[in-house]
Structure formats: C-alpha cells, structure tokens
C-alpha cells in the first residue's frame, strides 16, 4: 500500500532507530524485581514494549505505524533510506515480538492478551482444544443429554 500526501514525521532513519532505542530503554527502565519467599525474582514491567506504546513513544497513531512497516509515506525516498527506514522498523516490531512472545511462554503475560498481540503480529490464533464435553444418562431414558 502507498500512502502519499502526507508530511513524514522521520527523513532520517538513525533519528528513528535513536528515539526507538530510547522507547525500549524506557521500557527497561519500568522494570521491577520481587524476592519471592520459595526464592527466585518474579520480574515485572510496568510498561512493557508494544507497538502502541512504541507509537505513543514517536508521536503517530497506531495505524501510521503499521502503514509505515508497509512502505507508505516513504515515496519522497530513495531506495536505500527507504530500506534503512523499514530496516529500523521491523526491527523494533521484531523485538516487541519476541519479548511478547517469551514473555507469554514464562506466563508472565495473560494469555488471552499474549495470544490478542501476537495474532496482530501475523501468529494464528490457537485453536481452543481445551473444551470438555460431558454426557450424563438420565435415569429411564436411553437418550443423553449435555
């Protein structure tokens, strides 16, 4: 998709991937350790990495970003800004992921949300074989009921 007639917010990438670093560094810095009794550290952010955190963090709405990693508003650049550009986006939308992703395997993220960000993320949603169905006779009749 190309998106034009719209001023960008970046004309130089290492100005985005400074103020995505800061994002990130910002996010560590939310991070709280808790001594548990049986021992260990339960760690906690109190604002983890997603991307609309990341576009809060830039100043752009969320759908900006989104059709920022799809090329758009990029057309007034070259083809190697361009690439920069796009390189230093999926990298953060990269890195969001995979602290989503590790996050939610350690159970430190509820699973409806882990599975609600990374379904936006390209995964597919989980299929929910977890559902159990019991079947009960009733007495003087050869029908089952739920």
Same mark, same amino acid.
């Given at each position: 998709?190309?998106?034009?007639?719209?001023? &960008?917010?970046?004309? +130089?990438?290492?100005? $985005?991937?400074?103020?995505?670093? *800061? %994002?990130?560094?910002?996010?560590?810095?939310?991070?709280?350790?808790? &001594?548990?009794?049986? #021992?260990?550290?339960?760690? @906690?952010?109190?604002?983890?990495?997603?991307?609309?955190?990341? *576009? !809060?963090? $830039?100043?752009? /709405?969320?759908?900006?970003?989104?059709?920022? $990693?799809? #090329? *758009?508003?990029?057309?007034?650049?070259?083809?190697?800004?361009?690439?920069?550009?796009?390189?230093?986006? =999926? @990298?953060?939308?990269?890195?969001?992921?995979?602290?989503? !992703?590790?996050?939610?395997?350690? #159970?430190?993220? =509820? &699973?409806?949300?882990?599975?609600?960000?990374?379904? /936006?993320? #390209? %995964?597919?949603? &989980?299929? +929910? +074989? @977890?559902?159990?169905?019991?079947?009960? =006779?009733?007495?003087?009749? +050869?029908?089952?009921?739920?």
């Amino acid at each position: 998709m190309v998106v034009t007639g719209r001023k &960008p917010k970046y004309t +130089d990438p290492a100005k $985005l991937k400074a103020d995505i670093e *800061a %994002y990130f560094e910002h996010c560590e810095s939310t991070k709280r350790e808790f &001594p548990m009794k049986a #021992g260990g550290v339960l760690v @906690r952010y109190e604002e983890p990495p997603s991307m609309i955190g990341l *576009a !809060l963090w $830039l100043d752009v /709405n969320k759908s900006a970003l989104y059709q920022w $990693l799809d #090329g *758009a508003y990029m057309e007034h650049l070259d083809a190697d800004t361009k690439e920069a550009f796009l390189d230093v986006l =999926q @990298r953060a939308r990269d890195r969001i992921e995979r602290t989503t !992703l590790s996050r939610a395997q350690t #159970g430190d993220y =509820q &699973p409806k949300i882990a599975a609600m960000v990374l379904t /936006n993320m #390209g %995964y597919e949603k &989980p299929a +929910d +074989d @977890r559902a159990v169905v019991v079947k009960i =006779q009733g007495a003087g009749t +050869d029908e089952w009921s739920k």
